[in-house]
């Protein structure tokens, strides 16, 4: 194992942690109570875990335990810039960066002081955890990014309950239509589902609605593109 599959599987143990392993309900409560939240030694055990299980070394565990460890300093930070009116909007942006960089540095500090050896005699080749990576980045983490989008522009609407979880459905499933086109080269394809989008969606009479959903499916398919040709140019250097 290399460097940047370590990184990219800290990537993937980050996105269990914080979106698939994570409730709505229980990111809010993180946003509101910061370290006293019920759900505080929940997260930082999944943290914990998923962070040392997926870097398949065994002495990773103590990286695993700092990182685990930054989740909650981090949390109890963005519960003090939530209401801050000049940064709160971007509290979300500023919590990710600060994650990926702690497991970045950390990465890479590991791989200076210790050897990364393969999992069992397997080696676990850097662009399938890439491409894995950029899946699991199209369904619920593409999602959230898409309305911390919205909040941070200030664009509001009232939606439904119900359609708002079938658009986020749907959502996913054009993004990994998407990037699947995407890194086969099917450029055209991606041109079609855009166009088809387009037809079976705008028939609205709501004009603000019409245009809420045109800005999200043009960010849901922007996402998608771009992790797409990122995960391409990658896997083809």
Known sequence: ???????????IAHLFTDY???????????????????????????ALLTSWILSFQVQFVFVALLIA????????????IHPNKIIGRYAFYIDQILHISVFTIASIIFDKYSTLYPFYGVTIEWKYTLIAAGYLLC???????????????GIVIQRDAD??????????????????FVILGEFEAVGFLI?????????????????????GTML???IAIGIGIIVLKLITT
């Open 1 to 11: 194992m290399d460097l940047s599959t370590l990184i990219t599987l800290q990537f």
């Open 195 to 215: 166009a088809a989008k387009s037809i079976l969606r705008f028939k609205d009479g709501d004009t603000k609605k019409t245009e809420y959903v045109l800005i």
């Open 163 to 180: 359609l708002e979880k079938a658009g986020r459905l749907i959502g996913s499933l054009e993004r990994i239509l998407t990037l699947t």
């Open 139 to 153: 369904l619920k983490p593409a999602n959230i990014l898409i309305k911390q989008i919205f909040n941070s522009s």
């Open 20 to 46: 698939f392993f994570q409730s709505d309900k229980q990111a809010k409560e993180k946003n509101k109570l910061g370290i006293k939240r019920k759900f505080l030694v929940v997260h930082f055990i999944i």
């Open 220 to 222: 849901s398919f922007v």
């Open 69 to 80: 460890i930054s989740h909650i300093i981090i949390d109890g930070i963005k519960k003090h």
